[in-house]
């Protein structure tokens, strides 16, 4: 599954900005699906690529476990089901380029470089998250890895992109963003805002649509009138294509071919991804609309299962290596849970902080003990 | 010194800013080739390039948006929202990204940019693009709010909110964007964040804010010519912080408190200042603090606006109704 909409772009004349130059690489059908078939990946990139989706996969589980026994507050989205996309899609990233997401980005703050007791501990609300604690599941950030948030508003984070990539286009720096969102987000008016902007002014921004087949509760054939929605693209003359999400390497080879033509040219492109969810839409959510058949199709897709049997099929990796890096990632997890166990809740004290950067006359900083003239 | 219009004053402001720093950056809906609806942005495109200010789509939330991610990565967009109800679009993107981005990432960013919204009735602009919509952002904890009232502060404030790291929402008011003043640009006016005293008087204090600064200075002047009251209006200037001290000072001086606002009353930005008059200057009221506002209606056709909006007899009415010694 590897398919492109049609694209013709004239010369963009956008804001009027100087443009790089550059010439669009040929788009290179994958081979995907199970097979053993690799496409040029050296081994120790697949096992590192293992070796992310599994960290994913067991760091999920544990955030799961965290919430039932409410360490974690909030909501919590899990990635479990889209570890091929996540990792396929943050392997193509440099560490410099930034990174929009949605609400479901545990996964992506992981395989963007940042260290999981960190991303547990904004989980668990702890001051050594990534946010302090104040963002919680959907607002994971981190300036250093190019994580400029988790966003817990449907589509809201897609113009925030699209004015990265403008700036980016101003300052003249090779940097990309990649801007993540869900399927059902392709029906927020931001998204249409953002795509015919990021087209009129040739902004390098790859918008990623991950497919998951639901939008919460509803199926994207109920909500979408072009349920193949990367062909949305061709309403902006945008280059749009779609790859199948649980196959790690299509991800990753679509996506870096986007992301460095993006890189060469400035040009947009919408790339959509396709997978299942494994569990319900957040931990608390028991799918009840959930037909078995799709319940089954997931299971037998599961991204992580059969880049397994792939990568020892081929060779790769045999058993007790495998069985090795899954030990590791469990150990890794385990040890993300204890250190965001052992950070310190945020001080009441810090209430006030950070909501302005001028201290403002009205800004009470009054606590409910606190004398009120 | 010579005669200035407030839009000729917001011009100046901005045609200054851009060229004090090259991170400015001037974008919305027709600023660039027609430089505006009321061409508060005429001449900019074709003085600072098109890569300084430029036209965007029709696209609120796109436009606030994208100046928030271009705001992330250290620049200053200017935006400007159409007239006020077409902000709404944006609405999103105003509160829940440029108002909390900082706290929701414990300051690892800043947003320092700018939401100009031509904003309030008088000029017969019916539905959409009449509307008072200062409470909808001074109820956003992380917004800045402010409102001119003269060419000299449009021009002084416009110039601070650049500046400063915080996002505001700057609400001009397009019925006095036509006003003249003897004015000396560059200007420096008080800082944004203060109130003042437009009209000093011992009776009563006029609050207002924006359009309504000039209309309770007429209502003031038309309290001593016909009634003999002695009045004092102060120009609230900034609405969210709200310079608590200045209004405090003149209240507990005169010991009377109208609010007077454009928007509906219910729920309106006069109920938190009234709230502020009773919290700190309770022992200081001679009477209860009165508000003159909107009806609570969606604005009126032009034919009726004039109904609609206060003026100086009902603010004389909302002076009359102040529990004076003679009615006692």
């Keep these: ?373 | 010194m010579g005669q200035v219009t407030m839009a000729q004053a917001l011009n100046t402001a901005l045609r200054d800013s851009l060229r004090a720093d090259p991170n400015v950056l001037v974008f919305g809906e027709d600023v660039g080739a027609l430089g505006g609806v009321f061409r508060i942005t005429e001449g900019l495109a074709a003085e600072f390039g098109e890569q300084r200010c430029f036209d965007s789509p029709l696209a609120e939330a796109g436009i606030v948006g994208t100046a928030v991610g271009m705001a992330m990565y250290g620049f200053r967009p200017v935006v400007e929202m159409q007239f006020d109800a077409f902000a709404y679009p944006a609405f999103e993107q105003i509160t829940s990204h440029a108002a909390k981005l900082r706290n929701r990432t414990r300051g690892a960013v800043e947003l320092p940019m700018v939401i100009r919204i031509p904003y309030g009735g008088g000029i017969g602009g019916v539905e959409h693009h009449s509307d008072s919509s200062e409470a909808y952002y001074t109820h956003t904890p992380g917004l800045t709010v402010v409102s001119p009232a003269t060419p000299a502060d449009a021009y002084s404030m416009l110039q601070e909110a650049i500046t400063a790291a915080d996002p505001v929402v700057f609400l001009e008011p397009k019925r006095r964007y036509w006003t003249k003043a003897e004015v000396e640009l560059p200007a420096a006016t008080e800082p944004m964040h203060r109130a003042v005293i437009r009209r000093a008087g011992t009776d009563v204090t006029l609050l207002a804010y924006g359009p309504m600064v000039a209309t309770a200075m007429e209502a003031a002047e038309a309290a001593r010519t016909e009634e003999g009251r002695d009045v004092e209006v102060v120009d609230l200037r900034s609405l969210s912080p709200l310079d608590e001290d200045t209004v405090c000072a003149s209240v507990r001086k005169t010991g009377r408190a109208v609010i007077v606002h454009e928007a509906p009353v219910f729920g309106g930005y006069g109920a938190e200042v009234a709230a502020t008059i009773n919290r700190r200057c309770f022992h200081y009221l001679e009477a209860p603090v009165a508000r003159v506002g909107g009806f609570d209606i969606p604005y009126p056709s032009p034919k009726l606006e004039e109904h609609h909006l206060p003026h100086t007899g009902r603010i004389l009415d909302a002076i009359a109704e102040l529990q004076w010694e003679e009615d006692r």
Aim: charged residues 25%; glycine residues 10%.
């Design chain 1, 1 to 373: 599954m590897a398919e492109t909409a049609t694209r013709s772009k004239p010369a963009s004349g956008g804001a009027g900005k100087t443009r790089r130059n550059g010439t669009r690489s040929s788009g290179k059908r994958v081979q995907t699906g199970a097979n053993n078939v690799f496409s040029g990946e050296s081994p120790d990139t697949l096992r590192d690529y293992f070796r992310q989706m599994t960290l994913i996969r067991r760091f999920e589980e544990r955030a799961a476990q965290g919430y039932t026994q409410a360490k974690i507050g909030g909501y919590c989205h899990l990635n479990l089901g889209e570890e091929a996309t996540v990792v396929g899609l943050m392997s193509a990233l440099r560490r410099s380029d930034y990174l929009f997401t949605n609400y479901r980005e545990h996964g992506y703050a992981l395989a963007k470089g940042i260290e999981p007791g960190r991303v547990m501990a904004e989980l668990y609300g702890r001051t050594s998250g990534t946010s302090k604690g104040w963002g919680g599941s959907m607002h994971m950030f981190d300036v250093d890895s190019g994580l400029l948030g988790g966003y817990g508003i449907v589509g809201g984070q897609i113009p925030l992109a699209t004015g990265a990539a403008l700036a980016i286009d101003y300052r003249g720096g090779d940097q990309v963003v990649m801007c993540q969102l869900g399927d059902g987000t392709t029906n927020i008016g931001a998204f249409h805002e953002s795509l015919n902007i990021a087209a009129l002014w040739n902004l390098p921004v790859i918008f990623v649509v991950v497919n998951n087949q639901l939008g919460m509760g509803t199926t994207v054939e109920k909500s979408s009138a072009e349920s193949e929605l990367y062909k949305r693209a061709v309403a902006y003359r945008m280059h749009g294509e779609r790859v199948d999400g649980n196959d790690v390497t299509a991800v990753n080879e679509a996506a870096s071919r986007l992301v460095e033509h993006a890189r060469a040219t400035g040009e947009p492109a919408l790339l959509e991804t396709v997978s299942h969810r494994l569990k319900g839409h957040s931990v608390v959510d028991p799918s009840k609309y959930r037909s078995q058949e799709s319940v089954d199709a997931a299971r037998a897709a599961d991204p992580v299962a059969t880049f397994r049997a792939r990568l020892i099929d081929s060779g790769v990796l045999d058993e007790d290596g495998a069985a090795e890096i899954e030990r590791q990632a469990q150990a890794d997890a385990d040890a993300a849970v204890a250190f965001a166990d052992d950070s310190p809740h945020p001080d009441v004290s810090t209430l006030f902080d950070y909501t302005y950067a001028t201290p403002v006359a009205n800004d009470s900083r009054r606590l409910p003990a606190d004398p009120v003239f």
